[in-house]
Each structure stands twice: as structure tokens, then as C-alpha cells.
């Protein structure tokens, strides 16, 4: 079945974009609400979750707005996932665009836990 591209976006308050990228990029950032553990090396991230490890490359970084990673046993090269920044211009507030890929029948299961994981990063952003 081939995945599906989706979107999705939190609203983050009056969270700072310096310290959403800190938790977006940043392996210590990342750690606190993505992943058991993160390191980065030379473009390469390797997570841990319950001890067992994934590794994703950066595909496209724009500093302090997006960061667009591909998980290295993804098949398509197509296919990725990315956390984007934007600060909406009435309020000043931040959001947190995630756009990511999934199996139809998958996507709601992915959203949910996008949605949990998101959560604890506010929790940790206190806000």
C-alpha cells in the first residue's frame, strides 16, 4: 500500500522560535519529548526508542524555520518527514507544522501519536 502524505499543525503559543528549534533540531531538545535518546553525526541522526535505534538524514535544514529528515529504511526516497516553524502575524504565536507520511489505514494511529509526542514538547516548553 503506498503511504500518504499528511500535515498537521499545533498551535505553540507564545513559545519562542529559538527554543522550538532548539527542540526540533537540537539533540538535547529532541531527547526531552521525540526520542529516548538522540545523536547527531555528520548529518545523521540516530534515535532510540526502548532501546532499539533508527536512523534518519537530514535531507533540507533552514535554520530556525524547517528541518526535513528521511528515515534510512524508507524504500521511497520520496518520502520523509519534517517539522517547520511559523510565526503567525496577527498574534506573534508560533506554530508547529509536522508533515509526515503514512498508510492509509496507518494515518490516524500516526496522527494520534504525533499528537501525543507533540504534547510533551509543549509540556517541556511549558506551554
Known amino acids: 500500500m503506498k503511504k500518504e502524505k499528511y500535515h498537521i499543525e499545533f498551535m505553540m503559543g507564545s ?14 531538545g529532541l531527547s526531552e ?6 545523536t547527531l553525526y555528520d548529518r545523521i541522526y540516530t534515535f532510540t526508542w526502548n532501546k532499539e535505534q ?4 537530514i535531507i533540507d535544514i533552514k535554520p530556525q524555520y524547517k528541518i526535513r529528515l528521511r528515515w534510512f529504511d524508507e524504500e521511497d526516497e520520496n518520502i520523509y518527514f519534517e517539522f517547520q516553524l511559523h510565526k503567525l502575524e496577527l498574534t506573534g504565536d508560533m506554530t508547529l507544522e509536522i508533515t509526515d507520511f503514512a498508510e492509509p489505514d ?11 509526542q507533540v ?3 509543549k509540556r517541556h516548553l511549558g506551554v
Open 15 to 28: 513559545a519562542s522560535q529559538s527554543s522550538l528549534w532548539t527542540m526540533i533540531y537540537d539533540i538535547e
Open 33 to 38: 519529548w521525540f526520542a529516548d535518546e538522540v
Open 54 to 57: 533508527i536512523s534518519a538524514e
Open 106 to 116: 496507518e494515518k490516524s494511529d500516526a496522527i494520534t501519536l504525533w499528537e501525543s
Open 119 to 121: 504534547d510533551e514538547l
